[in-house]
């Protein structure tokens, strides 16, 4: 029976437990990434197990995240970051070289190797057949000391692409689709893996694209394999070397089949407020459009902006619409200022910005109040791009420009402003690492720098025989790690645990972090009630380390996404399921919950009992870990079980 190219890149860093789908698994870590937003914590965590030096083969830190710098914080990270790199054996990437993503994707991704990265949209490099995984910044500290990386081995699911694209249809309509297919939950450990001859069509940033947004089916990851596409983008790349062939066998067997024919998709998008809620753009064909915002880790790669600056060429954005453009590195940035591309955008009416995620994340340029605006990034959760009333759709950037002429939502198969687009691959990248800052070969004088802002990571006590507290607040479904721990504005904070806590929920309950932090202060255990799908979205692993921070020990749901649910236990709060709706509609929020003999519980199996004292009755929780975080949870979190297992 053959390999899927998943099981292989497994296989070959295999490290113990099983390589059977839904068994423990415990694999070795190639490259790691972080970014500014979570890589503050994962350093200050990498720094709390007192190694001298990173331990993987090549450890990257990006600044692409706070590059607004209003105030200090940011500028403190900023300079922590680069000195704690230089200090243990990182390359810096400084800001403005770009997007970790496509910057990894360019300078870093080989295939075959694994990759480990504090920011969910890490499988970007699953376009370059690399197995890349997004995860807490504390499991990438800990990658980055030589620990294993455990996951549960996923299933892996077959997507096959047949046909070819009709032009003004892009890879972001390929990923809708598969949005459209698998929606937004129900595919933790899972990996997507693409073939078939649809494939050979797609140049490498699509294939990345398409990987890219697979993030948000709540997948482990996604995969293309490696072939000669591959490696004449490494060429380009003047990295030819790292290339290596890479594909399923013949008669690789998968769990479960997804065929789509290229040729029969048309423009689709994303509607407010969940990437999985999919219409075709026809269908909205004549909609006002107030913004229009085009890059993000998803789509600014050269191949798109080109494209981008071919419609945008003698003609003008609408009066009513303000339009951003951001290239998603430093390589692209050149290369378009180069070619012309850059000068067809400002003429156009663009506003150029900065090579960072800045929109994305809602640090800059948010919709008006109740604006709608079409994006080429992945998400749109509510609230996210800064303002709460905005109607943020995400489109491709061949919709992204069209409409951003005619001032309403046009599909690109239904007009007469451009008559073609030609699709260019770059033979030849303009590669200048001279934004890169490796590491010196003695860093004995090298001083970490700490201002104010950087702050201590958070620990958590050890699980006590008894856990009675209250239902601090109760949720429904779709709970992103945005409506948990708020970025935008608040995003500076995230090196100071104790005043970033005070923002947890704060666009659910503002009241939240005061109710959590007086029971906490009287010794009543906070608990968190929510629906399906809980912790969706970003990594971010403040939207666990900042709930025990104000004493959360339990959260109760009907489901949990994989990376939440692993940074929940690294926290030392316990991931518990509810078995069933009703369950979940019994608890009302101040209810007051306890878990007797909860060690005992905890240690000896799946399902944990607790006792709604309010309601005088009980019911039970599946508690679905592996034996490690078992034993994270009964020492109160990752860092208290590593810094025990290193004395």
């Given at each position: 029976m053959g390999s899927s190219i998943t099981r292989k890149i497994l296989s070959e860093h295999f490290m113990g437990g099983s390589l059977k789908a839904g068994e423990s698994l415990d694999i070795r870590i190639d490259q790691t990434l972080t970014q500014d937003a979570t890589g503050t914590m994962a350093y200050l965590q990498f720094e709390a197990l007192g190694l001298d030096k990173v331990k993987n083969e090549l450890a990257v830190s990006y600044v692409d995240h706070n590059t607004i710098q209003v105030g200090f914080e940011n500028a403190d990270d900023h300079r922590y970051l680069q000195s704690v790199a230089a200090k243990k054996g990182v390359v810096f990437s400084r800001p403005g070289n770009g997007i970790c993503h496509q910057v990894h994707l360019e300078r870093f991704s080989a295939p075959g190797k694994t990759l480990l990265g504090s920011d969910s949209h890490t499988p970007t490099c699953g376009g370059m057949g690399m197995l890349a995984i997004g995860a807490g910044g504390l499991d990438v500290a800990l990658a980055m000391a030589g620990v294993p990386f455990t996951i549960i081995a996923p299933k892996v699911i077959e997507i096959r692409l047949t046909g070819k694209?009709?032009?003004?249809v892009s890879a972001k309509d390929i990923i809708l689709k598969v949005l459209e297919h698998f929606t937004t939950k129900g595919n933790v450990n899972t990996v997507f893996e693409y073939t078939g001859e649809g494939v050979k069509t797609l140049s490498v940033p699509e294939r990345a694209t398409i990987c890219n947004m697979g993030a948000e089916c709540g997948v482990t990851s996604s995969l293309f394999p490696a072939d000669e596409i591959t490696r004449e983008f490494l060429k380009a790349q003047h990295r030819e070397v790292a290339f290596r062939e890479l594909s399923a066998d013949s008669d690789a067997t998968y769990d479960g089949l997804f065929e789509i024919d290229l040729s029969t998709l048309e423009p689709l998008t994303a509607c407010p407020h969940s990437p999985g809620n999919i219409m075709k753009v026809s269908e909205l064909e004549g909609k006002k459009v107030d913004q229009v915002l085009i890059g993000s880790c998803t789509n600014s790669s050269y191949q798109d902006l080109v494209k981008v600056g071919q419609i945008l060429d003698g003609h003008h954005v609408a009066p009513g619409v303000s339009l951003g453009i951001a290239p998603g590195s430093r390589e692209v940035f050149e290369m378009i200022s180069?070619?012309?591309?850059?000068?067809?955008?400002?003429?156009?009416?663009?506003?150029?910005l900065e090579s960072a995620c800045g929109f994305c994340i809602g640090n800059h340029f948010s919709p008006s109040t109740d604006g709608v605006s079409l994006r080429t990034n992945n998400r749109n959760f509510e609230g996210r791009s800064g303002t709460k009333s905005g109607q943020v759709y995400l489109v491709s950037p061949e919709t992204a420009a069209?409409?951003?002429?005619?001032?309403?939502?046009?599909?690109?198969?239904?007009?007469?402003?451009?008559?073609s687009v030609e699709n260019i691959n770059a033979s030849d990248f303009y590669t200048d690492d001279s934004m890169l800052i490796f590491p010196p070969d003695d860093s004995s004088n090298v001083e970490i720098v700490r201002g104010p802002n950087i702050g201590q990571p958070p620990y958590n006590t050890p699980l006590t025989s008894v856990i009675a507290g209250q239902a601090t607040i109760k949720v429904g479904d779709k709970i992103t790690t945005d409506h948990i721990m708020p970025?935008?504005?608040?995003?500076?904070?995230?090196?100071?645990?104790?005043?970033?806590?005070?923002?947890?929920?704060?666009?659910?309950?503002?009241?939240?972090?005061?109710?959590?932090?007086?029971?906490?202060?009287?010794?009543?255990?906070?608990?968190?009630?929510?629906?399906y799908s809980y912790g969706q979205g970003s990594s971010r692993e403040h939207a666990a380390l900042c709930p025990m921070y104000l004493g959360v020990k339990a959260v109760f749901a009907l489901s949990i996404e994989r990376i939440h649910q692993a940074n929940l236990c690294n926290a030392g709060i316990l991931p518990l399921t509810l078995l069933s709706e009703e369950d979940y509609e019994k608890i009302s929020?101040?209810?007051?919950?306890?878990?007797?003999?909860?060690?005992?519980?905890?240690?000896?199996?799946?399902?944990?009992?607790?006792?709604?004292?309010?309601?005088?009755?009980?019911?039970?929780?599946?508690?679905?870990?592996?034996?490690?975080?078992?034993?994270?949870?009964?020492?109160?979190?990752?860092?208290?079980?590593?810094?025990?297992?290193?004395?």
């Open positions: 694209l009709r032009p003004f180069c070619d012309g591309t850059l000068t067809k955008m400002i003429k156009a009416g663009a506003r150029i069209i409409s951003a002429i005619t001032g309403v939502f046009t599909s690109p198969l239904n007009q007469d402003i451009v008559k970025a935008g504005a608040r995003l500076k904070y995230r090196s100071n645990i104790p005043l970033y806590s005070t923002f947890v929920f704060e666009g659910v309950d503002k009241d939240f972090s005061t109710r959590c932090s007086n029971r906490r202060d009287n010794g009543i255990a906070n608990f968190i009630v929510a629906g929020q101040d209810d007051e919950l306890k878990l007797d003999d909860a060690i005992n519980q905890v240690k000896s199996g799946s399902l944990i009992k607790v006792t709604n004292v309010t309601k005088g009755y009980e019911f039970e929780c599946k508690l679905d870990v592996t034996e490690t975080q078992r034993d994270m949870l009964l020492k109160g979190g990752r860092l208290n079980q590593i810094k025990e297992s290193l004395r």
